[in-house]
Each structure stands twice: as structure tokens, then as C-alpha cells.
């Protein structure tokens, strides 16, 4: 499997705002993410933008344009779209620690289109969020490298996230 263990870099997150606090009127947030990753030796890099619409306090509607490049890979495309599910235990407004998970489709280019799930968990210390998770995705088609090699039908990403402020 090709695996991506990346720093996702948030200027949002995926959760900026507690899990629980998201009763307020802050409903919208933004990241911007980039990782790195390997597969059958080979390099890539992937880069995310991403807005979180919190329709409930426990759900995330999250939606993410992002590419990825390599020296032997095709660059990819598309649009991320998932349903994180989450929740935050407190020991105070400003530490606790935050769960999420849900599902997920991919469309992109290359026949890199599929589905996914993602899970994490977080711990926040006051305005910052580091944590950390990962995400299975399923390609609908088999993919192949610049080389014509064939790429994994699945893959899995290990990621960090970092993450502060940034609603809208």
C-alpha cells in the first residue's frame, strides 16, 4: 500500500474551534494543509485547502480542493467531501481532548476518484490543536504511475495535525 505521512499545516483545522464550542456562531472554518509521502520507492506531495461548515456541534461537513505531484507520478486534482463526525471532552474551555470520524468521497483526475474514511484524535492546549490520525482510501480504478507502473488500488495516510485559529 502506498502510505502518506504528512504534517498537515492548518491554518483553520479540522476541528479550530472545540467540538463542543461549535454552538456558537462560528460555523465556518478553513485549512490549508501539505504532506508527503511514498510509494514503491517513489515521492509525492500533496496540498489541501480546505472549509469545515459545522452543521451541528458533533458534525462536519468538510470539502477540500487539493493536488498532488511527484517526479514519477501524474499530478492529481479534485475535491475532497466527507462527513466527520466528532466530539470534545474538557477538562476546561481550553484543554481537552477531541475525537473524529466519518466518510468521505474523492473526485479527481487521473482515475484517482474513489471513497474513503478518516480517524483522529486530537488534544487541545489552548487555542492550538496538535493531533493525529489517518485515512483509508479505495480507488474506483486502477491507477498507474507516469511509467505506465501500476499504482496500489488502496492507500493509507498517517497524518499530524497542527491547527489555531481561522473561522469565518
Do not use: C, H
Request: glycine share 16%; net charge neutral; hydrophobic share 40%.
Amino acid at each position: 500500500m502506498k502510505k502518506l505521512i504528512g504534517v498537515l499545516l492548518i491554518l483553520g483545522g479540522i476541528f479550530s474551534n472545540s467540538a463542543l464550542a461549535q454552538s456558537s456562531s462560528q460555523n465556518l472554518s478553513y485549512d490549508l494543509s501539505g504532506g508527503i509521502g511514498t510509494y514503491n520507492g517513489n515521492s509525492y506531495t500533496e496540498i489541501d485547502l480546505g472549509l469545515n461548515w459545522y452543521l451541528q456541534d458533533w458534525l462536519n461537513w468538510r470539502n477540500s480542493i487539493f493536488t498532488q505531484f511527484g517526479s514519477s507520478i501524474n499530478t492529481v486534482y479534485g475535491l475532497d467531501t466527507a462527513a466527520i463526525f466528532g466530539t470534545g471532552f474538557y477538562s476546561s474551555p481550553k484543554f481537552g481532548v477531541e475525537v473524529f470520524a466519518g466518510p468521505g468521497l474523492r473526485f479527481a483526475n487521473e482515475d484517482a476518484s474513489g471513497y474513503f474514511g478518516k480517524a483522529g484524535l486530537i488534544f487541545a492546549i489552548g487555542p492550538i490543536r496538535i493531533g493525529g490520525g489517518a485515512q483509508v482510501t479505495k480507488y474506483y480504478d486502477t491507477r498507474r504511475d507516469k511509467y505506465g507502473f501500476k499504482m496500489p488500488d488502496e492507500e493509507v495516510q498517517y497524518f499530524i495535525v497542527l491547527s489555531g485559529g481561522g473561522t469565518l
